[in-house]
């Protein structure tokens, strides 16, 4: 039949079977990130490879996950969510500061969630590309959740008169660009820079397009 396995019903050793199933998951998903982010990487692992890692079986495993690329699909999400997560707690904290100060305190939470984990950058930035149809269109999608948020800033910061009103959508979109490329490259040591000095160059960048040259504050 096809499609994944049936997991078991019940309570056992005290758990329900829900509960034991959360914990299959999750076991699945951090041997992923070690695998998949790290050595040998996702197309070089096996379904055996990453139950043996998770210290479970392939029965278990497909209990869970129809396929490989599935995991890869809920971890790029999962990464994903933790620097959004990080990102809403920064902009929550930073409200009401200036928009320099606001946009550093945005853009440092959200390369520290990465940068703390490079793991993470892998996932987001390297492994996922190019895997599948599907997987491209999650991607996109999780880009332009980003691009969303940015355009909601600048759109805050013309409301406040700290921006120059235009539409950002544009702007927005080829700035992410320049963020995950920056990060990326920082990460791989191709980038000769502390991680503040990264953070800094991404804040001059956007700064620069939410006020450009001959903008008045003023009117």
């Not at 040998?40 to 379904?47: D, I």
């Not at 997560?85 to 920064?90: N, P, Q």
């Not at 539409?167 to 992410?176: C, H, S």
Request: hydrophobic letters at 45%; aromatic letters at 8%.
């Amino acid at each position: 039949m096809p499609g994944r396995l049936r997991a078991p019903t019940g309570r056992y050793g005290g758990k329900t079977a829900a509960q034991r199933q959360a914990e299959r998951r999750r076991r699945f998903l951090d041997a992923a990130l070690d695998l998949f982010g790290a050595d040998p990487g996702f197309r070089a692992t096996t379904v055996a490879a990453l139950s043996e890692a998770a210290g479970l079986s392939t029965r278990q495993f497909y209990e869970e996950f129809r396929t490989l690329e599935d995991v890869l699909a809920a971890l790029h999400l999962e990464v994903n969510g933790w620097a959004e997560a990080a990102v809403l707690e920064a902009a929550t904290g930073a409200a009401g500061l200036p928009l320099a100060e606001r946009a550093t305190a945005i853009f440092r939470a959200y390369a520290g969630n990465l940068a703390a984990d490079p793991r993470r950058i892998r996932i987001t930035f390297v492994e996922i590309i190019g895997v599948s149809p599907r997987l491209e269109e999650q991607r996109l999608a999780r880009r332009a959740n980003w691009v969303d948020l940015i355009c909601a800033e600048a759109d805050a910061a013309v409301a406040r008169g700290e921006a120059a009103p235009r539409d950002y959508r544009l702007a927005a979109t080829g700035f992410i660009g320049s963020v995950n490329g920056l990060l990326h490259d920082w990460s791989a040591g191709w980038v000769d820079a502390t991680l503040e000095e990264v953070v800094d160059e991404l804040v001059r960048q956007l700064l620069g397009i939410l006020r450009p040259a001959g903008w008045d504050p003023r009117g």
